[in-house]
């Protein structure tokens, strides 16, 4: 299927930009990356995604970006 996933303190290095999260889903054939919390022991969202490009850097609770753009 042409994925990858990456869970529990995942990272993703490419370029100049990091991105850090709970839950990392990589698809190669649509060129897209999800990133995603996961739930703590206690139920809480923890490891929110972190996506870092340069001086910019943000934090959500999902997000999607198309890896085929930043090329």
Do not use: C, R
């Amino acid at each position: 299927h042409q994925k990858a996933y990456l869970f529990n303190t995942a990272s993703v290095y490419y370029e100049d930009i990091k991105l850090h999260a709970g839950y990392i889903e990589i698809d190669f054939g649509k060129d897209l990356v999800f990133a995603t919390s996961i739930k703590d022991s206690a139920g809480k969202d923890s490891q929110l995604p972190v996506f870092e490009q340069g001086a910019d850097k943000f934090t959500a609770g999902k997000m999607t970006y198309n890896f085929k753009l930043l090329i």
